[in-house]
């Protein structure tokens, strides 16, 4: 079974387009975060929540809007697409915040045309 | 705040070459320290980590990491790397609620 995981595993749209990224763990672990990967491979966190609550929430545009239904999934809204988001999209799930090791998706690549 | 940087953007090795993967963080307190392997394609899994005690930590696929507090360091090694060890290697440091990761080092291992 599949710790995290995310969907789609790939997403092409075009500029403008509202999309979401759907995350759920089955670890029953309590904190998920969203994470963005760029073409260099440079990883930054973009949000994390623990307990469903919104607990990092970087410099992030507010076209962008992640939503915790509950503690197993951390999905991720985002409004009117601009090239510059296309990068992988990964979502991870730990156990407390920030000292324990985390488990990470598959990623999602978003292309924007 | 913290940060983590990783020495070399681009190795590159040919199989049986010993390896080693420089990092440093900088933060005041205490941390624990972890190293991922992203293969091609693919997310991003657990090598090893190092929370207390013996600051020689020995992880999965052969590799190893030291801890040395005086350098804020951290470094990842291999004595003989594989062709199948080519991928993105990145350190993360936690302190408090923050979980940092380093810009990460690619990998590319020649057969």
């Known amino acids: 079974d599949t710790a995290v995981s995310q969907t789609p595993k790939y997403l092409v749209t075009q500029m403008g387009n509202d999309k979401s990224i759907k995350c759920e763990q089955n670890l029953g672990h309590d904190t998920m975060y969203w994470y963005k990967q760029d073409s260099k491979k440079f990883l930054k966190i973009m949000f994390s929540?623990?307990?469903?609550?919104?607990?990092i929430n970087e410099t992030v545009p507010n076209r962008f809007s992640p939503k915790s239904p509950d503690k197993a999934h951390l999905n991720l809204h985002i409004n009117s697409l601009e090239l510059g988001d296309s990068a992988v999209y990964f979502c991870a799930s730990s156990q407390g915040l920030g000292n324990q090791p985390q488990h990470f998706g598959d990623g999602t690549r978003l292309s924007i045309l | 705040a913290q940060s983590v940087s990783q020495h070399n953007h681009h190795v590159i090795l040919s199989e049986a070459a010993s390896l080693e993967l420089g990092c440093n963080y900088s933060y005041g307190g205490t941390v624990n320290l972890f190293w991922y392997v992203q293969y091609p394609g693919q997310h991003l899994q657990l090598l090893l980590k190092y929370f207390s005690g013996d600051p020689l930590v020995k992880g999965i696929k052969g590799f190893e990491a030291e801890f040395i507090k005086s350098k804020f360091s951290f470094n990842l090694r291999k004595p003989s790397v594989q062709w199948s060890d080519t991928a993105e290697y990145f350190c993360a440091v936690t302190g408090g609620q923050n979980f940092v990761f380093g810009p990460g080092t690619r990998l590319s291992v020649l057969p």
């Open positions: 929540y623990n307990n469903k609550e919104l607990i």
